[in-house]
């Protein structure tokens, strides 16, 4: 990548611009100008921000300064640039998830993430573009414009967190957080050559998350290494009152469980997977396996018969529970209102107004599966094939630890080649998809690259709460490319 | 509400343009006649698709409907700090002496 603003030679992990910055070796205020540098340089043609917050991030990085001068330790974070995924709030900053139903809303409160982020001394840089309330795999259906690959300017980034993908790839921000409700992390991760982490449902707060679908909805980190994806998953894990969902029971250190090898580690190959992967996608894969054969894992076949039936099961789910939480942007509390004489017109012509195409399409489909008739043909079955699905897996867990698979069949693809078929866009996340129905951990590591030069990440699942074992064979992989 | 065991590929060949006017209704959404045919094909070629899963034996599989069972999660009975009224209702579209303000509830449409 070209970076004609700065000189700095090799990009500083996180860790290492937090370490520096602790020990006083490092300014964070620096560290922020080398980032708003290639912001000012780039950002006009990848467009990750739906907001840059320059003077807000400034002002954060010159306190964290005077904090270590006066012999204070700012945080494990300290002087991090970092950029959130726009359907996180923040109080008294625009939020607006990509649509133009909440355009100019100011939240009340900072999401947990937020709160606990900036306590660990990091810099918010901006809030980044996504998909429409996250309803997307490319960024393309934003309110305010699709996002772009900093690898190639005509191909997409990924989605729904696009531009939390871009922001981190184009060095715009060190680390970024985005959401994932059915591959939302994994799959712009993959397409932009960088780590990201979709953990156990319950492990990280929702608590200021804006719901799309809230039995799959979950946060994770974007990072350019694995060792900064467990720094953040140490920060932002655990239980928070705030989530009834979130999970009770104690979380291990990953920056501990990554010190640790995979000799004895089983490694999952899943015999029935889908096909439909591109082959330098499966040539990278295979080069995976037996990377960390070499490093001391077993390979070891598993089944999981209902994998292919996580895209139907998914988009009878998650539209179902979207349906029901898009309900609240009715003109009434927050963001836009089209004035009509009486109520029932006002909700429909908002809602009509404010949201774009896929968000309806959902909308209308998630109704339509709720609706009195269709309910058990629909919703009912889809519940069941999730379980069919969760079951499987912790069967195949008995046999393995992780599983490896692709993490998006191809590599980052042009703007508009999905058409105007709805389905062609919803197979891109075939690979990631099963996992958020199971509720289980899954991250995506980019593992080199295939046609055009660009980067394809693979994909490494884990059961409940198997974020140590995840951890340990990304961070061996990562070392297998070094 | 129909019985458990109707297939996906049954209903699904009867969606129509008039099944697409209602749920727009119900989901409050203002759809134009323009897009209604459009809307109409796109959800029937969804649904389409998704009768792959009848292929399927669900007899006693039970529904999942949360992925990590927590029960009867509560927090102590304390009175906490909420949200500054001032503050929330400055993000509304239209407020009135400390409510949201709205048209008729009973307007023309009824």
């Given amino acids: 990548m070209s970076d004609t603003t700065t000189a700095d030679v ?53 306190a964290i300064d005077a904090a270590v001068a006066a012999g204070n330790d700012p945080g494990p974070l300290a002087g991090v640039p970092l950029a959130l995924k726009d359907n996180m709030c923040t109080r008294g900053i625009p939020t607006t998830c990509s649509s133009k139903i909440l355009e100019g809303w100011k939240p009340p409160y900072d999401a947990t993430v937020v709160t606990k982020l900036a306590a660990a001394g990091a810099v918010t840089v901006g809030k980044t573009n996504l998909d429409e309330f996250a309803m997307g795999s490319s960024t393309e259906n934003s309110a ?57 449902y319950g492990y990280v707060s929702r ?18 290494n694995v060792e900064d994806a467990a720094l953040l998953m140490d920060i932002i894990g655990g239980h928070d009152a705030m989530d009834s969902t979130s999970i009770p029971e104690p979380q291990p250190s990953l920056m501990e469980a990554i010190t640790h090898g995979v000799e004895g580690m089983r490694i999952g190959r899943i015999t029935d997977l889908p096909r439909g992967a591109d082959p330098d996608v499966v040539e990278r894969l295979e080069l995976a396996f037996e990377a960390l054969q070499a490093a001391g894992a077993t390979i070891v076949d598993v089944e999981v018969p209902a994998f292919g039936y996580g895209l139907t099961a998914y988009y009878l789910i998650a539209p179902s529970e979207a349906s029901s939480n898009l309900a609240r942007y009715d003109g009434v509390r927050y963001g836009m209102r089209v004035d009509a004489p009486d109520t029932n017109t006002m909700y429909s012509t908002t809602r009509e ?24 043909a ?37 703007f508009g080649s999905k058409g105007d078929d709805p389905l062609a866009m919803y197979l891109c996340d075939v690979y990631t998809i099963p996992t958020n129905l199971a509720g289980h951990p899954g991250m995506s590591v980019p593992y080199g690259t295939g046609q055009h030069g660009l980067p394809i990440g693979v994909q490494i699942l884990a059961g409940t709460l198997g974020e140590p074992a995840m951890f340990r064979a990304g961070a061996a992989l990562e070392r297998s490319l070094a | 509400m129909s019985g458990g065991t109707s297939s996906i590929g049954d209903v699904s060949e009867r969606i129509t343009a008039a099944d697409v006017v209602k749920v727009a209704k119900l989901a409050r959404l203002d759809i134009t006649p323009e897009n209604l045919e459009r809307t109409t094909a796109q959800l029937a070629g969804m649904l389409e698709h998704f009768a792959d899963i ?46 949201f303000r709205v048209p008729p509830i009973m307007g023309l449409d009824g």
């Fill in chain 1, 144 to 200: 305010f414009g699709p996002t772009r690959n900093p690898l190639d300017l005509n191909r997409v980034p990924g989605g729904s967190s696009g531009g939390s993908a871009a922001a981190v790839a184009a060095g715009f921000a060190s680390v970024s957080l985005g959401s994932d409700t059915g591959g939302s992390i994994r799959q712009p991760a993959a397409l932009c050559g960088v780590v990201g982490v979709k953990p156990t």
């Fill in chain 1, 207 to 224: 608590y200021g998350l804006v719901a799309f679908a809230s039995s799959l909805d979950q946060i994770g980190p974007f990072t350019g």
């Fill in chain 2, 54 to 99: 009848d292929a399927l034996d669900l007899d006693g599989v039970e529904p999942m409907t949360q992925p990590y069972p927590l029960q009867n999660v509560f927090r102590e009975d304390v009175v906490l700090p909420s949200l500054d009224r001032a503050e929330v209702l400055a993000a509304a579209p239209a407020a009135e002496d400390g409510r």
């Fill in chain 1, 10 to 62: 090799a990009p500083l992990s996180a860790a290492q611009i937090a370490s520096g910055v602790r020990s006083g070796t490092l300014k964070a205020v620096d560290v922020l100008e080398q980032h708003l540098g290639r912001i000012a340089a780039r950002e006009g043609d990848v467009h990750a921000f739906n907001l840059v917050m320059a003077d807000e991030a400034r002002a954060a990085a010159t």
């Fill in chain 1, 378 to 414: 629909y919703y009912g079955k889809a519940l069941k094939v999730r379980r069919l699905i969760a079951d499987d897996f912790d069967r195949a867990y008995t046999k393995a630890d992780v599983l490896l698979t692709p993490t998006s069949p191809t590599v980052a693809f042009e």
């Fill in chain 1, 353 to 376: 107004a404010g949201f774009g195409e896929e968000v309806q399409r959902r909308i209308m489909l998630g109704t339509y599966a709720l609706s009195a008739g269709y309910y058990d």
